[in-house]
């Protein structure tokens, strides 16, 4: 089993839609959770990290995590075009590594 | 302030040979994380230095090596190439704590033949 899973995809809204994407991890030590969007052929590049219960927002992107149940989830507000890419669940459990999930790939249709 | 930079960006090799690859962290970033990205595999972890020493390493065999600089600066390399060590390299800097944010590079893409 991955530490680190992500709902299959791919994902396909309508621009201006809500994109949900969710993870789940197994490794109850992880403290700290990150998403990362990665566009075709470029490196990850940092959206959100969260490290406490709750929800955590930045613009149009909300993060939200859940110890209890051990899940992890990205909301994308009002999709632009601009938002198709593939999105990275990654966890960290204080060994100075992440984790990743296999990745969420969203296109936003116009 | 610049991000994490690598080269080269792109290498072709030949199995049996071996490569070297470089990474330089964000200014006043002491700890340098290697990941490897494969279509079929995603993003695996390889190792993470800091202040020289290595802290943590991945599943990965031998062949897979790395080394870091008095400056933060590391390199990877992998020795006997094999063709499924084509992908991506990702070289990722934070400030060293366990669980903190990494910045990534723009990756060094090898193609193994």
């Known amino acids: 089993q991955k530490e680190v899973e992500q709902n299959s995809g791919p994902l396909s809204v309508p621009e201006g839609a809500i994109a949900s994407l969710n993870c789940t991890y197994s490794?109850?030590?992880?403290?700290?959770f990150f998403w990362y969007r990665q566009y075709s052929g470029k490196s990850p590049e940092l959206i959100m990290s969260?490290?406490?219960?709750g929800d955590k927002e930045d613009g149009r992107f909300t993060a939200q995590l859940n110890k209890a149940s051990q899940y992890v989830s990205l909301l994308i507000r009002d999709s632009q075009p601009s938002d198709s890419a593939t999105y990275l669940c990654?966890?960290?459990?204080?060994?100075?590594?992440?984790?990743f999930g296999a990745g969420t790939t969203v296109t936003v249709r116009a | 302030k610049a991000g994490v930079t690598q080269t080269p960006r792109y290498l072709i090799k030949t199995r049996g040979q071996q490569v070297t690859l470089s990474c330089s962290p964000i200014?006043?970033?002491?700890?340098v994380s290697w990941y490897q990205q494969t279509p079929g595999q995603g993003l695996q972890f390889l190792f993470e230095?800091?202040?020289?020493?290595?802290?943590n390493k991945g599943n990965f065999p031998g062949r897979f090596s790395g080394r870091q600089f008095s400056n933060s600066r590391s390199e990877m390399n992998v020795s006997t190439l094999e063709l499924g060590d084509s992908a991506l390299y990702l070289c990722?800097?934070?400030?060293?704590?366990?669980?903190?944010?990494?910045?990534f590079g723009p990756g060094t893409r090898l193609l193994v033949l």
């Open positions: 990654a966890g960290s459990s204080n060994d100075y590594k992440l984790s």
């Open positions: 490794d109850r030590g992880s403290q700290s």
């Open positions: 969260i490290y406490s219960n």
């Open positions: 200014s006043g970033h002491r700890s």
């Open positions: 990722a800097s934070s400030s060293g704590g366990g669980e903190e944010t990494q910045y």
């Open positions: 230095y800091f202040s020289e020493t290595q802290r």
